[in-house]
């Protein structure tokens, strides 16, 4: 019962390969996240979409791309990947946009480009 | 723009001792205030949330007391046990924001 599930846990490639993390949330959320963490925990924003439509989009690299294809998931390509991408990505969603809702997190996945 | 600050760690602590990590923010308007727990190898998990000025809000014996005043969201708790090593983020949302606001992150170890 799972509610928000990300695959794979760890990712390993090396620099110029382009790789795809997914996620889903059973949660019934209209809102989902991507995350990156770095090596210090600092959290930062990268994408969100509200009902499969783009809402949030930081300054990332074009080579990151998400992609929402329904509410319950939303996946993230990274093309070219390059050393810096090393990162802990998180998956979240949320209830509604409104500033009461929690965040709701997937484990995370580890990817190390060498 | 909006901004939180967390007290830097790591914190050490023993068993049994009290804790608190501080956390004030930047923020327009009246934002929610939360505090998240993230356990390692885990994704963060909400530990307690205030949603206005002098709200306390509470959970597995932590506290936070939201001050509009100070701007501040300090976590405490009065006995902390070694399952609470873990780093706890303090982070706000607007009202009618998208965006989550997360501070850098206070790690703790609790010590048998």
């Known amino acids: 019962d799972t509610a928000v599930s990300q695959t794979p846990k760890y990712l390993v490639t090396q620099m110029g390969n382009d790789k795809s993390i997914k996620c889903e949330q059973n949660?019934?959320?209209?809102?989902m996240y991507w995350y990156k963490q770095d090596s210090k925990k600092f959290l930062k924003i990268m994408f969100s979409?509200?009902?499969?439509?783009?809402?949030i989009n930081e300054t990332v690299p074009n080579r990151f791309s998400p992609k929402s294809p329904d509410k319950a998931h939303l996946n993230l390509h990274i093309n070219s990947l390059e050393l810096g991408d090393s990162a802990v990505y998180f998956c979240?969603?949320?209830?509604?946009?409104?500033?009461?809702?929690?965040?709701?997190f997937g484990n995370g996945t580890r990817l190390t480009v060498t | 723009g909006d901004s939180v600050t967390q007290m830097e760690g790591p914190v050490t602590l023993s068993e049994e001792a009290f804790l608190t990590i501080n956390c004030t923010y930047t923020?327009?308007?009246?934002?929610?205030l939360f505090w998240y727990v993230q356990y390692p190898g885990e994704g963060l998990q909400l530990l307690l949330k205030?949603?206005?000025?002098?709200d306390k809000g509470s959970n597995k014996g932590f506290e936070a007391t939201y001050r509009k005043e100070t701007t501040s969201f300090h976590l405490e708790k009065g006995s902390v046990q070694v399952s609470d090593s873990a780093v706890y983020f303090c982070?706000?949302?607007?009202?009618?924001?998208?965006?989550?606001?997360f501070g850098a992150g206070t790690r703790l170890f609790v010590k048998a």
């Open positions: 979240a969603s949320s209830q509604e946009l409104g500033n009461n809702s929690p965040l709701h």
């Open positions: 979409y509200n009902n499969k439509e783009l809402i």
């Open positions: 982070a706000l949302r607007r009202a009618g924001g998208f965006k989550t606001i």
């Open positions: 949660l019934g959320h209209d809102t």
């Open positions: 205030a949603t206005k000025a002098d």
């Open positions: 923020a327009t308007g009246y934002p929610s």
